[in-house]
């Protein structure tokens, strides 16, 4: 099969799983081509495809809105596509960040054969230990291996979703028009910024621009962290929700935390998810 791989990630956990799935397709004879969603980007070339991935980080037990506006713009199709998806937690309310994809691409013709969602690191709330990283990363790979082999034969489970986590989920999209409201507020520690630019250059939705040097804000942010998160200096401020930054990449090949050193925060979920990746 010839696999097309469209990719939203704000801070790399997706790339890095998206790119793992690819891996072990490409090891089971399939080739895969990658496309960054990113704003004002062309859209891919469909043809010659056998079978398209659409990867997302959870956003507010949503899809990010880049994502439903890809979609609804993606060129028209038959061929199977999955959705892949990496969550902070392992949270059934993370299911019903695919049901607007799945209502998107079912209008534009295609069928959803499967959803596959990894848990990695937070890049907001608060910082995960490396070792819970590393523990979480030993768990994703193995779930891609068993992933990759149902892609292989062409199959895969698709989520139920109840209506309560529905209804929760349809709450949490005012974070759609209230991003960009918030991201113009986002501003550097002038004592701190350098004026290197990894913020602009690693912005997906192209929201910021240096002037003099600093980088400022526009309208158009989805609160993806990248800023924040991939700044050299941890000089991105974003405004109310400041204490929950995270700055600086996981360390994911590290030593795995014991169940002992899993976090006290949904302690029984991530054992239980860990537990159940191990037996895989
Ligand atoms: C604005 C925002 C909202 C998030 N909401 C959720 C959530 O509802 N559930 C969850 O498990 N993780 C949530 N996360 C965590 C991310 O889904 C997780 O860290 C993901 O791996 C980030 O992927 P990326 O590096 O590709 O952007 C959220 C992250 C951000 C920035």
């Given at each position: ?16 799983v ?32 056998d ?29 199977p596509v ?25 209008k534009?013709?295609?069928l959803?054969?499967?959803e ?57 999209r ?17 004592t ?10 690693g ?17 158009a ?39 002992e ?20």
């Amino acid at each position: 099969m010839n696999v097309l791989f469209c990719v939203f990630s704000g801070t790399g956990n997706t790339r890095r799983v998206a790119l793992r799935m690819a891996e072990e397709l490409r090891a089971l004879g399939h080739t895969a081509s990658f496309y960054d969603i990113k704003k004002k980007a062309p859209m891919p070339e469909t043809e010659g495809f056998d079978c398209i991935f659409f990867c997302y980080p959870v956003h507010a037990f949503n899809a990010p809105k880049p994502v439903t506006a890809f979609l609804k713009k993606f060129p028209r199709g038959n061929v199977p596509v999955y959705l892949l998806r990496s969550e902070g937690e392992p949270s059934k309310l993370n299911d019903a960040s695919g049901i607007s994809p799945k209502r998107i691409l079912k209008k534009r013709g295609y069928l959803v054969a499967g959803e596959f969602i990894y848990v990695m690191p937070y890049n907001i709330m608060f910082r995960h230990s490396d070792g819970m990283a590393a523990r979480m990363w030993q768990a994703a790979e193995r779930r891609i291996v068993r992933d990759a082999r149902a892609v292989d034969a062409l199959g895969g489970e698709v989520k139920r979703v109840n209506l309560i986590r529905r209804a929760a989920a349809f709450a949490l999209r005012i974070e759609h028009p209230a991003m960009p409201v918030l991201g113009k507020t986002f501003h550097v520690d002038k004592t701190k910024c350098v004026g290197c630019g990894a913020c602009a250059a690693g912005c997906p939705c192209g929201n910021i621009t240096m002037e003099n040097g600093r980088p400022k804000f526009g309208m158009a942010c989805v609160g993806c962290m990248g800023c924040a998160f991939l700044c050299p200096v941890d000089a991105v401020r974003i405004s109310l929700l400041n204490p929950w930054r995270v700055n600086g990449r996981y360390v994911l090949e590290g030593t795995p935390a014991t169940d002992e050193e899993v976090c006290r925060y949904l302690h029984k979920m991530y054992t239980r998810y860990f537990h159940e990746s191990e037996q895989l």
